[in-house]
């Protein structure tokens, strides 16, 4: 199966949808939850990273729903890509495994932030702004 110029290019435009509301999402919850006291360079970098999440996210949404109305494949995706985010970002820093309540932070700030993003999309499909893949 050859994916078309069109199919690229809806791709790309959820990609675009789902970086720009994840990447939203967590710049908010950066200026709310001052806990990591991040520098400048610091949360420049990871609003970057969190922008290419948002983005893969999106791409990868828009071809796992297709044209399903399944409930439990969009949520799936959310949890899916919540708890790799979450679990990462848990990884490589070791206070937050020490403390309970900062490890549940970051992964609900990534399963928050790609549910609001699967919102985004789904208006964005719904308004026919975005084409489901086929």
């Not at 949808?17 to 400048?40: C, D, E, M, P, Q």
């Not at 949404?61 to 399903?68: A, E, G, N």
């Not at 820093?93 to 993003?117: H, K, Q, R, S």
Request: proline share 1%; glycine share 12%.
């Amino acid at each position: 199966m050859e994916i078309t110029l069109k199919e690229r290019i809806e791709s790309l435009k959820a990609g675009g949808i789902a970086g720009t509301a994840f990447g939203i999402t967590y710049g908010l919850s950066v200026l709310v939850n001052r806990a990591f006291s991040l520098n400048a360079e610091e949360t420049l970098i990871k609003l970057v990273i969190a922008l290419l999440s948002g983005f893969l996210f999106g791409v990868t949404y828009r071809y796992i729903i297709r044209t399903d109305s399944n409930s439990h494949l969009k949520e799936g995706a959310i949890l899916a890509f919540g708890l790799v985010r979450g679990g990462g970002l848990a990884e490589m820093t070791d206070p937050l495994l020490d403390n309970g309540v900062f490890l549940a932070i970051v992964l609900l700030e990534g399963i928050i932030g790609f549910a609001i993003a699967r919102f985004c999309l789904d208006i964005a499909l719904t308004r026919q702004w975005l084409k489901p893949f086929s």
